[in-house]
Nanobody, 122 residues
């Protein structure tokens, strides 16, 4: 079993930055691929970014490439999402995800946190 707890969400003006954190707990979580998804009001949950267990492999949604950076600190069982140049359309609940297989994280299959709300104002 894997537990995931997100933090770092909040209200920020357009053009600003936030860093989300996801603290993971559970057996061998440092060997899991991890990722971030988001769900805006009235929309389906969508993939944002993923990172392999070693940090050497990453993928991003086209909508966030060049603005968001995913990273991880395995010693602290934590994954981060640095979000820069935020736009109002980035407003959503952001969820952390984890799975043993990288493809499973990208596909949204695996363990989920409860989410943290990010609101970007004009």
């Amino acid at each position: 079993q894997v537990g995931l707890v997100e933090s770092g969400g909040g209200l920020v003006q357009a053009g600003g930055s936030l860093r989300l954190s996801c603290a993971a707990s559970g057996h061998t979580v440092s060997s899991y691929a991890m990722g971030w998804f988001r769900q805006a009001p009235g929309k389906e949950r969508e993939f944002v970014a993923a990172i392999g267990w070693s940090g050497g492999r990453t993928n991003y949604a086209d909508s966030v490439k060049g603005r968001f950076t995913i990273s991880r600190a395995n010693a602290e069982n934590t994954v981060y999402l640095q979000m820069n140049s935020l736009k109002p359309e980035d407003t959503a609940v952001y969820y952390c995800a984890a799975a043993a297989a990288y493809s499973a994280v990208v596909d949204g299959r695996g363990y989920w946190g409860k989410g943290t709300l990010v609101t970007v104002s004009l």
